[in-house]
């Protein structure tokens, strides 16, 4: 048996414990696919190889660059915590911009952006990006057709050029279905924790999910490249979701002492964008 069969039986003698062990419930008492026991282990497993991989990135220089899109309450938060829960906060940095200024909306549209880009030695995530000109922005009427056009018309060459200048570069769509979507943004408005996510827009999400998953589907068929593909997820188990966009980061980058065993994803939760996803497992 190959080398890389070992790795993969491995992985999946390691994986049993979604089967194994009995399936538990979150915190609306709704049945989840993994055990919380399971996904505390699990989850310890790849942020102890994040560590590594940090590790690497500081010795070696490395920009490291993350941006996480998707539907309103999809778990973006979530998972940007549990990826830089036990991270250096000196080279790590989260990136949420609010709403632009008026000088902002003068300005070349993605030079609010640069800014934060990373220099060696960082990570950087970005909590929604520039595609919120290609997702809100377009929904909501906030730019004209002729700024949509010019963003469309130059983010694969603005992303292009990050990546030709050495930064690492990957991007995720996180998507939930519609009921889904009801359910978060109810609990969210019933959590005195949590009001700060709350705003005008979210009851706008739930009127406008036609007109958000066309702007999805344009944005994702004219923004994927090879250079920048952007990777999906199926989110609505928030759980499987961290866990899958954690082993697939680390599947793609390098570092010393990477633990192969523990970084296949789960080929229905997560995916390279392609033509077909758009009439498939992505929520329409």
């Known amino acids: 048996m190959s080398n890389h069969a070992h790795l993969r039986l ?8 979604y089967e194994q062990e009995s399936k538990s419930q979150d915190s609306r008492g709704h049945s989840t696919s993994i055990s919380k026991k399971s996904y505390k282990h699990i989850l310890r497993q790849l942020q102890a190889e994040l560590v590594k991989f940090q590790r690497h990135i500081i010795q070696h220089n490395e920009k490291v660059l993350i941006i996480l899109e998707g539907r ?61 000109r290609a997702g809100v922005e377009r929904v ?41 979507q009801k359910q978060r943004l109810a609990d969210r408005k019933a959590d005195p924790l949590k009001q700060w996510k709350t705003s005008a827009i979210d009851d706008e999400a739930i009127k ?4 958000y998953s066309h702007a999805r589907n344009e944005m994702l068929a004219r923004s994927h490249s090879s250079q920048a593909p952007w990777t999906l997820l199926c989110a609505n188990d928030k759980h499987l979701t961290r866990i899958n966009i954690i082993k697939d980061l680390l599947s793609r980058l390098h570092y010393a002492d990477k633990d192969e065993r523990l970084l296949y994803t789960d080929p229905q939760i997560l995916f390279t964008y392609n033509a077909s996803n758009l009439n498939g497992p992505l929520a329409n």
């Open 72 to 132: 309103d309450a999809a778990g973006k938060d979530g998972a940007i915590k549990r990826i830089i829960q036990h991270l250096s906060p000196r080279e790590t940095r989260v990136v949420a911009l609010g709403k632009p200024s008026d000088r902002d909306c003068t300005s070349w549209y993605f030079q609010r952006y640069v800014g934060y880009l990373p220099a060696a030695q960082e990570l950087v995530l970005f909590n929604r990006s520039w595609y919120n």
């Open 10 to 17: 491995a992985s999946m003698k390691s994986n049993t414990i």
């Open 140 to 180: 909501m009427g906030f730019c004209s057709e002729a700024e949509y056009e010019e963003f469309m018309d130059s983010v694969v060459n603005f992303e292009n050029m990050l990546v030709r200048s050495g930064v690492k570069f990957f991007k995720y769509y996180l998507d939930i279905s519609k009921d889904e």
């Open 208 to 211: 406008h999910w036609k007109a």
